[in-house]
């Protein structure tokens, strides 16, 4: 959802934009990252120094309950944190490496087939859809690989390592 969107839902409510909710609400939107409420912090503490994390939580209990912004948990990649992002008007998936914590988002048919399959098949009216899928890039792909060759040989016993290298010789 546009900002400028959020700026006249929020009017609507009744809800004053101040310039902390402003700093945000920008930072949110235009950062590129799903910011934690941390990092948000942090964020918006180099734009305004006086800003304290009450502001920061205060401000994003309201935006969620606004249904401006989106909650995401992002597969616990990090622990329990959760990850804010501005509500757009394109559905998309979140795809998470589980190893370096990298996130893509993915735009496409496909999700909204699934959607409207799912509204087909079970006569159901999806209001919001999310979707996480967990893997490993191509970097920590490779980097698995590596360490699972590594480990196997890491994990036979000093006797059948032994035992093969006389038969190797």
Sequence with gaps: MPVTLIKDSLKQQGVRLTRQRQI???LIDQSGQHLDAERLYQLA???DPKLNRVTVYRTLKLLKAGGLVDELDLMHHSGDQHYYETRLKQEHAHVICLRCGKIEEF???PLKRMREQIQSHFGFQVVLARTEVGGYCSHCQVLRAK???AAGGELRSPAKRATR???VR
């Design 24 to 26: 945000l609400l920008d």
């Design 165 to 167: 290298r006389r038969r």
């Design 147 to 149: 360490e699972m060759a």
């Design 45 to 47: 503490r180099e734009k």
């Design 107 to 109: 735009f496409g048919e």
